[in-house]
């Protein structure tokens, strides 16, 4: 089974200003990927940036970067200078890469309020 | 543009009644996810279809069914609504191989209003 913790309240951040989300996993998987994505408003789920398990490197993607740590099982999500535009709701989702069920565990989601 | 569209965009029904949610994968991709979005239960995973087969089963109540139709489209199918069933249904599709992690590409939901 597997899990995704994400238990931050609605966060706030300034404009400009980088903000870290946190989640959070647990899984028996021994490989697995770790996702994020981006909920606006308007309701559509964009995705963001992926981390595999056995992946050396820190994961970047724009202003996006994914602060992965095993051994604690934590994969949070930073957002670099942020933009209005990145109000929205984030998850952080997990799958495992081993058998055939390839489907995303999500977490809550975290609210972020970017202010000007 | 994600490429996965659902139709339609709005529902509003009445309880006990049924309806169907539509969706069409980006193209060349063959697995079809559909979730379900509420305030109080997040985002849970009702079923997958992989090339017109049915490849794993979540929350998914008896009283919701899908299929895979040879084209890849996949369809939804919500009876005997009751009032918690309003919520926001997501479809999303990816692609398997070389170069993809696995990303789920969603639509942009089928929001159910039962009344």
């Known amino acids: 089974a597997q899990k995704i913790t994400q238990t931050q309240p609605g966060m706030f951040v300034q404009e400009k200003e980088a903000v870290t989300l946190d989640c959070t996993y647990d899984?028996?998987?021994?490989?697995?990927?770790l996702f994020w994505y981006k909920q606006p408003s308007s309701g559509e789920m964009i995705f963001l940036i992926y981390?595999?398990?056995?992946?050396?490197q820190n994961a970047t993607e724009g202003r996006y970067s994914l602060n992965f740590q095993k051994a604690r099982k934590s994969a949070n999500l930073v957002i670099s200078a942020s933009q209005l535009g990145d109000s929205a709701m984030y998850f952080c989702?997990?799958?495992?890469?081993?058998?055939?069920?390839?489907?995303?565990?999500f977490g809550k989601g975290i609210t972020l309020s970017v202010r000007p | 543009d994600s490429g996965v569209t659902q139709t339609p965009k709005h529902l509003i029904t009445a309880t006990g009644q049924r309806v169907t949610l539509r969706c069409s994968p980006r193209?060349?991709?063959?697995?079809v996810y559909w979730y379900q979005q509420s305030l109080d239960q997040g985002l849970q995973f009702l079923i997958q279809?992989?090339?017109?087969?049915?490849?794993a089963k979540g929350n998914i109540l008896e009283r919701f069914s899908a299929q895979q139709f040879p084209d890849l489209h996949s369809e939804l199918n919500l009876s005997s609504l009751e009032l918690g069933d309003s919520a926001l249904y997501f479809c999303?599709?990816?692609?398997?191989?070389?170069?993809?992690?696995?990303?789920?590409?969603f639509g942009e939901g089928s929001r159910l209003t039962v009344l």
């Open positions: 279809y992989y090339n017109g087969e049915e490849r």
């Open positions: 193209s060349g991709d063959l697995s």
């Open positions: 981390q595999g398990s056995y992946d050396q």
């Open positions: 999303a599709s990816s692609v398997s191989g070389a170069g993809s992690h696995g990303e789920l590409f």
């Open positions: 899984t028996s998987d021994p490989s697995y990927g």
């Open positions: 989702a997990m799958r495992g890469l081993t058998g055939a069920n390839s489907k995303l565990t």
